[in-house]
Structure formats: structure tokens, C-alpha cells
């Protein structure tokens, strides 16, 4: 298989401080059809935690970024953090002394690569591509395909990557195992989390694409590095124990995916907060819960964009409450968060047109 080209595109500009800001559609726009439901309520508390004064930003249209391409994932490095485009662009951003330096990878044409993280041995990003193969892209940007050794007739991606040190744990789009286990060369060492009551095929039978089911378990980061999986249905949170083996997790981490699992109201709700007043704002819940990061050693979940009717968008954020859960609106500038990760030091988001780049240190507390 032949390795996608690499086209490295290389600028230097100066790290500004503060947020950059994106569009942000019209609370007509981001409501859609007028839902068959209206909840009101009081005014959530507002934040500034992921774009506070201290952090830097930088738009992508001056890293090179064509106009259009969908920021879909953000992962983090000891030295760089990685921005994954749709259809099929890697972008690496280092910064120094009030600088950033930015390289990109290019897919081949009509490829789409699917999911993002970086391996905590070496430094690597991986990409997950949509032909059921990982693409490894080193620190000294040298790229290699990997490709997956398991009987999967036709094509396949993974929607979600977390690299450990003890393997790859993947979640497939749509799989009747949830999550699998890989080794660096790409041989399947185990799968768990089974989406459904079909017996898996022989060894010796290939899967087809059209027996798959789609997942209710989401792959996630715990605080502390360790792979995590919730199962949305019986509401239960795992991790594994870096050899393959899948144990109950944290109860008070899993109160907080069991609480916000429970405050998912039906799909024709509209919530508005502050009505006429100057703060109001609207948000439709359609059972989106986005990036899982931990702020401090805190969970947070991105929630749904929220439109304001004065003009722009917050975010909305679901977080830890002892075992429970409470909302909180992040203030981006007007600008909607889309992906968020963090190490314990550090964190980094993306908006639709920058990346945001902070320190624990200097950003707030949860509210």
C-alpha cells in the first residue's frame, strides 16, 4: 500500500493572546424547525475557563488551512498539539517563545481519515483513515501505514482512537464489538463490549460490513491516562487495566456519566434561559455530548452549541458536580468550541477558524 503524499507547509506568525472568534449562526439558524417543545429556565452561570484571558490563539487561515475544512479532532503532545480536518488534513502547531510553527499532512484524494490521537511512548499522531488502516506520523514527520490485520471485507473506519502505551484501543464506527484492542504493527490482540446478540463469525469467516452494529459505548481518556469506556445503555463506566481487561471504573466519574446520560430531554425540546433579558439564550439538546476532557482533574463534557438572541454562540458544558452534573456556558468571543483535549498540564481546543492553547496554571477553576 503506498504511504499518502505529505505536503509540508511550514509558517511562522506570532501567538496572540486571547480567542479568536468564528461565526456564528442565528438562533434561527441553529433552532431549524421550531421544536414541538419550550422549556424555560434561569440564566445558566457563565465561564471563560477554555478561552481565559491567558491563553493564546491562532486562526487556521494563517497556518495554511483551506477555507472550508471541517476541524473535526484535537490531540495533545509533551511538545505539539494536532488538528485533524475533514476530508483529510493533519495539522501540527508548536509554539515558542510567543511563536507557532505549523506543518500539514495531506491525504490522497478521496481518502477521509476519521479519528486522532498521539502515542504517549514517542510523540507520534495517529490518523485513522476510512480504508480500515491507521496512518502513524512521527515526531520527525516521517508517516507510515499501518494497516489493519483482522477479515473485514470492504472499507471501514474508526471513529475514535486512544493510544496507550500497553496498545491501540479503537472504536469502530459501526462493529458488533464496541472497542478493539491493537498492537502497533496493527494485529488485533482482543475486542470487548459486544453492540449485539449475533454470535460473532468463525475465525476463519470474514465480517461483513452489512451484519455490523452501530455502538452505545463511547471510547474515551480517564484523568490519569488510563482508556475508559461507557456503555450508554446499561450506564456503566469502565476502564482497562493496560493489559485488555475492562474493570468498573470510579463511581463518582461514573455518577457523572450515569447524571448526564439521565438529563437528556427528548430531541423536539428547546431550552431558553434569561428570556427578555439581555443575557437569553437558546439551545436544542439532540442527544449531542461532545469531547470528554478533564479540567483539573475534573470531568467535562462539551454539550450543544447554544445561539444567543442578541447574536453569536456559546458552548455549553456539562460539568462534574460531586456525582452529579450540572451546565455551565463557556464564553468563546461568540465563537462555538468543537473539540477540546488536555494533559494534565496543558489543554488545547479548536473552534470553527482557530486553536485555542492554555495552561492549567494560568486558567481558572471550575465554577
Known sequence: MRVPQ????????????????????????????????????????????ICQEK?????????????????IAVALSKDAAYVLFRPARLLRVTHKN???????????????????DVDPLDGSAWVATDHLTLLRISPEWKSKVVKIQSKVEGTGSF?????????????????????????????????????????????SEPLKPGEMRCSFVRLERGANGEALAWDAQKKTLHQADGQGAWTSADPANAGFFKAVEDAQPNMTVAKGMAIGKRDEAWYVNIGFVGDL???????????PLTARSAGGADTLLLVSNGEGMKEVLENCYGAHILAVTNTPTQYAAVTWDAIILGDFATAPDLP
Open 55 to 71: 491563553a493564546a490563539a491562532a486562526r487556521f487561515a494563517e497556518l495554511g488551512v483551506t477555507k472550508g475544512e471541517e476541524p
Open 98 to 116: 510567543g511563536k507557532i510553527q505549523s506543518e500539514t499532512a495531506l491525504g490522497k484524494e478521496g481518502e477521509s481519515w476519521t479519528a486522532l
Open 159 to 203: 471513529q475514535r482512537l486512544r493510544i496507550m502505551p500497553d496498545a491501540i484501543y479503537a472504536a469502530p464506527s459501526c462493529a458488533e464489538a464496541a472497542i478493539w484492542r491493537l498492537d502497533r504493527n496493527g494485529k488485533v490482540l482482543g475486542t470487548a463490549f459486544s453492540n449485539s446478540q449475533v454470535p460473532l463469525p468463525a475465525a
Open 293 to 303: 476532557f478533564w479540567w483539573k482533574g475534573k470531568p467535562v463534557l462539551l454539550g
Open 6 to 49: 505529505l505536503y509540508l507547509l511550514i509558517g511562522v506568525l506570532a501567538l496572540t493572546a486571547g480567542c479568536a472568534s468564528a461565526p456564528s449562526p442565528s438562533p434561527t439558524a441553529a433552532l431549524g424547525k421550531p421544536p414541538a417543545v419550550v422549556q424555560t429556565g434561569p440564566a445558566l452561570p457563565r465561564a471563560t475557563l
